[in-house]
Every structure is written in structure tokens, then in C-alpha cells.
Antibody, heavy 116, light 111 residues
Framework: EVQLVESGGGLVQPGGSLRLSCVASGLTVTSNYMSWVRQAPGKGLEWVSVLNTDGSTDYADSVKGRYIVSSDKFKNALNLQMNRLRVDDTGVYYC??????????WGQGILVSVSS | IVMTQSPLSLPVTPGEPASMSCRSSQSLLHTNGYNYVDWYLQKPGRSPQLLIYVGSLRAPGVPDRFSGSGSGTDFTLKISRVEAEDVGVYFCMQGLQTPRTFGQGTKVEIK
């Protein structure tokens, strides 16, 4: 059974940094396309970033240059380093396994609050 | 690619059918014949779950009362007989290009 468990969220001031982690079981992170998707309070879903199986990455324009996605092979984890955080980065962040074109497994989500 | 859903709110009666629409700003039909649109359900307080992928294929464990149809830029999700557990927000998403983009969601609630 696939499980994805996010951690590392919390309250941070604008301009600050946070590092999210998503530990996987039932799949190998580096053998799968893995994405981060976020959801602002009461809003819809926004794709944030992807780590491809060849190690390449891609980002939404809204986070490009501020966020870095990576993997930790030993922990079987997907990480998201978030820098220069803004108020509009607030929301629940989900990690998700991308199978072909679809997100077929999601974590439970972790809340990131950016506020002064 | 912009995804537009309608209606945004859908009151439903248990046992009755329900239908919602998703329109994309460009064709999601791949040369392989598949339409790269998914449907997800986010139940209250829960993570999204995959219902339908490539337009019409049900994800494992999804009841057969859910069906997806459409091609090109117009897609539909139908529930043949709504059950109380089907309440939540339904999102469509295009899987053709990065960045993946989602519709605004259709909120389904019991009348």
C-alpha cells in the first residue's frame, strides 16, 4: 500500500523559509514522477513543482526561483525547500505521485502559514 | 491551459443522477487517441482522490456509478445515482502539459 506523509509545515513570517518533507512507503521516490500541489484556504488546487525520474525539475511560475524540489534517497523522501515566502504561499501542501499523467496517490497534506 | 468547470455548485438528491462539465482552453486529445483529462474528488477535510483518468477510465476502487466522457475541449463527469458519500468538491485537471492546471471545482451537496 502506498503512503505519503508530509511534514515540516508551520507558521513563518514573510520573507522566511521552510522545508517540507514527504516520506513515502510502498513506492520508491526516485523511481516515480513526484509532484507538490497546494491549496490556498477555501480555494482550488494549484500544481507547484515536479521532480522527474531523471532528476530534472519544473516549477509553477509563481514559485520559480524561490522553491527547490529534491529527493532524499536514503529516507525515500521528497523535499520542498521554500524560500522568500510570501503571504500568498499560504495553504495546504500535498505531495502526490504522478502516474503517467494523473496524480494517483496523495499525502494527507501539511499546512504552511505565511503571516507577520 | 485554462480549465473551466460548471456549475460551481450542484445540489443533488440521493438516488438521482448528477452531471458536471469541464471545458479546456485547448484540445486535450493526444495523438495516441487519449484525452488527457482527469477528475478528482475532494471530500470535506480530506485530500483529493483520483476518480477518472484519461477522460473515461475509472481509477482502482472507484464505483461504477461514476463515468467520464467527452473529447477535445469538452468533458463531462456523471454520477448515475448519487449517494450521500459523494458530497465534496470535484476538480477536473489537464494532464497534457506542464504546468498541470485544475478547474475551479464543482461543489456537490445534498439538497
Amino acid at each position: 500500500e502506498v503512503q505519503l506523509v508530509e511534514s515540516g509545515g508551520g507558521l513563518v513570517q514573510p520573507g522566511g523559509s521552510l522545508r517540507l518533507s514527504c516520506v513515502a512507503s510502498g513506492l520508491t521516490v526516485t523511481s516515480n514522477y513526484m509532484s507538490w500541489v497546494r491549496q490556498a484556504p477555501g480555494k482550488g488546487l494549484e500544481w507547484v513543482s515536479v521532480l522527474n525520474t531523471d532528476g530534472s525539475t519544473d516549477y509553477a511560475d509563481s514559485v520559480k526561483g524561490r522553491y527547490i524540489v529534491s529527493s532524499d534517497k536514503f529516507k525515500n523522501a521528497l523535499n520542498l525547500q521554500m524560500n522568500r515566502l510570501r503571504v500568498d504561499d499560504t495553504g495546504v501542501y500535498y505531495c502526490a505521485r504522478q502516474s503517467e499523467s494523473s496524480f494517483d496517490h496523495w499525502g494527507q497534506g501539511i499546512l504552511v502559514s505565511v503571516s507577520s | 491551459i485554462v480549465m473551466t468547470q460548471s456549475p460551481l455548485s450542484l445540489p443533488v438528491t440521493p438516488g438521482e443522477p448528477a452531471s458536471m462539465s469541464c471545458r479546456s482552453s485547448q484540445s486535450l486529445l493526444h495523438t495516441n487517441g487519449y484525452n488527457y483529462v482527469d477528475w478528482y474528488l475532494q471530500k470535506p477535510g480530506r485530500s483529493p482522490q483520483l476518480l477518472i483518468y484519461v477522460g473515461s477510465l475509472r481509477a482502482p476502487g472507484v464505483p461504477d456509478r461514476f463515468s467520464g466522457s467527452g473529447s477535445g475541449t469538452d468533458f463531462t463527469l456523471k454520477i448515475s445515482r448519487v449517494e450521500a458519500e459523494d458530497v465534496g468538491v470535484y476538480f477536473c485537471m489537464q494532464g497534457l502539459q506542464t504546468p498541470r492546471t485544475f478547474g475551479q471545482g464543482t461543489k456537490v451537496e445534498i439538497k
